[in-house]
């Protein structure tokens, strides 16, 4: 959604902005373009090797500064208090795209369920304090795999699914690659219940990775620093890809809107207090936006994206 999202950041010369998810620099590049001459971009990512194939890509914008940084988004408050040429930079524009990047789902790191890899899906390759996802269905109880599969990835068979995980390690068959967790997924959703529309591990996969990367709350202190630093007029822009992230986008801005979401009617919000704090947040999009049929067939990862927009007050 590359049209989507330059039309709301809107960047124009002389600007500043940042990619939060800098991934393979397709979104920054075209940003850097708008910005030049006298422009500067700023990418953030928690994979060095993204933020080093990116280095590559954007080394053509000459008249545009580009600043790149190791880190996460959830940490980004942190770590440009911390960084002297960015602890007091303020942004006309900054993106998030959500997600797993598709120089991620091409990389060997057991993200795809279209190879057989070993199973990590770790975005950050690089910290080893950080289970992976073998570890997680190694370790972890029945009711907590199931609870991931059912919190982070809404499968409505997580606790088969989970019964059958731990069935196999105790049987000492513990899952290590993603060709292993695909044939017990499988095995453990009912034919009647498969579709050609999804393959029948997305789910799993996606709550696994949602969990190892603890992507749900780096999204909400990713945020609120990413608000904290947007200039007067300043616009941000949210691609997500799955309802819990699109959930937690519209409630944030929402709250900075001065309102609660969902609050009309005779709905359970509709009685809670209201938001006491100054507004700071105009949102821009009163729905979210989705990809283009076009889109979608040129690029079938974007048929699940979503995309929501709000200027600083």
Known sequence: MLAECLEYLAPVSGEAMLDATLGGAGHSAAIAAKLAPNGLLVGLDRDMEAINAARIRLSEQESTSIILRYGSFGKMAEIFAADSELAAQKFDGILFDLGVSSHQLDTERGFSFRRDEPLNMKM?????????????????????????LWEYGEERFSRRIAQNIVAHREANKPLTTTAHLVELVENSIPRRAQTRDIHPATLTFMALR??????????????????????PGGRIVVLSYHSLEDRIVKQIFAAHAGRLPGASGMSPAAFLPANTNAPDLEILTRKPVPPTDEETRRNPRARSAKLRAAKRL
Do not use: H, M
Not at 125 to 146: K, R, Y
Not at 224 to 229: D, K, L
């Open 210 to 231: 949602i969990a190892v990367n603890r992507e749900l709350e780096q999204l909400k202190d990713g945020l609120e620093a990413a608000i904290s630093r947007l200039k």
């Open 124 to 148: 950050d390759a690089t910290d080893a304090s950080q289970p992976t996802a073998a570890d997680i269905l190694a370790t972890e109880s029945e009711v907590e795999i199931a609870r991931i």
